[in-house]
């Protein structure tokens, strides 16, 4: 067992499936207690489950992100005592182009990818000050790389990139890292709560193994591999940094 985050604490949002519940996965075992967030009861308590009966330690919070911050922090302090790291994971993503991305849209998908993000950050500092913790938000190439019938999903993680430099610019001095990782395509949940069916989803994957160089999408295992090492103490230097995994998505033109 990797034993770098033995006796830290993470708070990991969006936690039910995709890269947040790999990535709690991924910290439990690497000696971490973990606080786990999300929607669906049934899915949380089933990752809770498979976690300590693997000999990890995690707690679960039944809450939304965009409303429930305080909460959400408050519990996972009660429940462990300290907190070291926070993962942003919680996120949504709708179609919609500037024409028609309707402003209920457009509000919905800044409130869940970047408001409330802004919120669990400012309330997390205190505790982080204690620990000299640090955070690991989820963004996405589209917050480096403009594409087109995704909107207010690009403009959401691209506001999700500068709000992660600006608060590791200001968290610095008091040693809290901040910085994010930029997923391209990646199997989970997302694209399919867009409003993909099955068909529409296999498609989807065949096209996106053409538009990444190396040819293939991304695991959810493998971008949490990544946000454990940006929380451990192997990072230690590092803050601000927006890191892409995307099989070289990121440095392609349109196609």
């Not at 499936?17 to 009861?41: C, D, K, Q, Y």
Request: aromatic content about 4%; glycine content about 10%.
């Amino acid at each position: 067992m990797n034993d770098n985050l033995k006796g830290k604490v993470a708070l990991v949002t969006g936690a039910t499936s995709g890269i947040g519940e790999a990535t709690a996965r991924r910290f439990a075992s690497a000696g971490a207690h973990v606080a786990l967030v999300g929607r669906n009861e049934d899915k949380l308590n089933h990752v809770i489950r498979e976690i300590n009966e693997s000999g990890g330690e995690a707690f679960g919070i039944v809450a939304d992100v965009t409303s429930d911050a305080e909460r959400i922090v408050v519990e996972a302090v009660e429940r462990f005592r300290q907190l070291d790291v926070l993962v942003n994971s919680a996120g949504i993503l709708t179609n919609g182009t500037v024409e028609n991305t309707t402003l209920e849209s457009w509000d919905e998908m800044l409130d869940v990818n970047l408001r409330a993000v802004f919120r669990l950050m400012q309330r997390v500092v205190p505790h982080l000050q204690k620990t000299t913790g640090n955070i690991v938000n989820v963004s996405s190439v589209t917050g480096l790389r403009a594409f087109p019938g995704v909107l207010a999903y690009c403009v959401s993680k691209a506001g999700l990139d500068q709000l992660t430099r600006c608060a590791a610019l200001e968290l610095a001095a008091q040693k809290i890292r901040v910085n994010a990782v930029n997923p391209g395509v990646v199997r989970t949940e997302v694209h399919r709560r867009s409003g993909m069916d099955d068909g529409s989803y296999e498609q989807f994957l065949e096209r996106s193994r053409e538009t990444h160089p190396l040819g293939r999408v991304g695991e959810a295992s493998e971008v949490a591999e990544l946000i454990l090492f940006l929380a451990s103490p192997r990072a230690a230097w590092i803050t601000g940094a927006t890191y892409s995994i995307d099989g070289g998505r990121a440095q392609t033109c349109a196609r």
